[in-house]
């Protein structure tokens, strides 16, 4: 790793006082799927007395491991690991509630004299703990059901080209097949509040903790090379058998919102997909998600980028300044 230690140190202190939780020490360790935050939070933790609050969206869900690549038991038995198995398959997370149980985990862990290591790739929830949850319009199911209809009828693109007649800005940061972001930010809009108008409000809160905030980026290819072993290998490792339980446990339909890949493993059991065609897609769309990952951090202020090999010591050194 060709960055000096002295680029991984904290942002400065801010003098003024806020509300809140105590501005804890923290290291935050994103990236892309498949850049190696988890390896090397393993390698970290060791040396550091650390222990990890997860902050990967897909890892929140009980009962999918293999499809979110989560740690295994023995690395769980070796680190504590914190917000993993959160809810159900189906089930809604949402950003406010993961900040009160990050902050709460984070505090645990300061209880016991240990270092918190946030890990994770999704980049609302880490914004919303480092910056707080800015408030926004409740739910709609009503008009959530229309329009998840409408994206159903006319594709998804057509629902995001809605959005960009309301929010050309909030429609530009997200992805026109991303019909979560885009349905709940149409939803938003319904309520007369531009989306744009919210993500400003995160960017610019105060700093919650003192936080260290590195992305690990590997070069295109290694990393394209990485997530097409990493999606074979969990159709291979046990994937088709997460989404058979999945069936039998929901009577032959899927629970909507499922992580990337169960929906094409499900379609292989029922014989509607072939296998290679399976994985081919599930590659596509992992690689998908880490351009979006990486587009996002990239907006991000603070964030320290890092090349293969890391060097795990400097990393341990620099938390020791944290």
């Known amino acids: 790793m060709k960055t000096r230690e002295s680029e991984l140190g904290s942002s400065e202190e801010r003098a003024e006082e806020r509300s809140g939780p105590p501005r804890a020490k923290i290291l935050v360790i994103t990236g892309p799927t498949g850049s190696g935050k988890s390896a090397l939070a393993l390698e970290l933790a060791v040396r550091t007395r650390g222990e990890v609050v997860n902050a990967d969206s897909q890892q929140f869900v009980r009962g999918l491991d293999v499809g979110t690549a989560k740690p295994s038991a023995a690395e769980r038995a070796a680190i504590p690991h914190h917000l993993l198995d959160l809810v159900a398959p189906g089930e809604a997370m949402d950003a406010a509630r993961f900040v009160s149980l990050a902050d709460w985990a984070i505090a645990g862990i300061e209880a016991r004299e240990r270092f918190p290591l946030v890990v994770g790739g999704t980049g609302l929830y880490l914004r919303a703990l480092l910056h707080g949850v800015v408030a926004a319009p409740g739910r709609d199911p009503g008009l959530?059901?229309?329009?998840?209809?409408?994206?159903?009828?006319?594709?998804?693109?057509?629902?995001?080209?809605?959005?960009?007649?309301?929010?050309?800005?909030?429609?530009?940061?997200?992805?026109?097949?991303?019909?979560?972001?885009?349905?709940?930010?149409?939803?938003?809009?319904?309520?007369?509040v531009r989306p744009s108008e919210l993500y400003a409000a995160h960017a610019f809160r105060d700093e919650r903790y003192r936080a260290t905030i590195v992305a690990l980026n590997p070069p295109r290819e290694v990393l394209r090379a990485r997530i097409d072993a990493r999606v074979a290998s969990m159709f291979s490792g046990g994937l088709l058998e997460e989404a058979g339980q999945l069936i039998d446990q929901s009577g032959g339909s899927l629970p909507s919102r499922l992580p990337i890949g169960y929906a094409e493993a499900a379609a292989v059991l029922r014989g509607t997909l072939p296998l290679g065609e399976a994985v081919r897609r599930v590659q596509v769309a992992h690689r998908r998600y880490a351009r979006r990952q990486l587009i996002w951090l990239r907006k991000e202020p603070g964030v320290r980028w890092l090349k293969p090999p890391y060097d795990v010591d400097a990393l341990a050194r620099c938390v020791e300044g944290v």
């Open 144 to 192: 959530r059901a229309r329009l998840e209809a409408e994206a159903e009828r006319l594709g998804r693109p057509a629902l995001h080209a809605r959005l960009a007649a309301v929010d050309p800005e909030a429609a530009a940061r997200i992805g026109p097949r991303d019909l979560v972001r885009t349905v709940r930010a149409l939803e938003i809009a319904a309520s007369g």
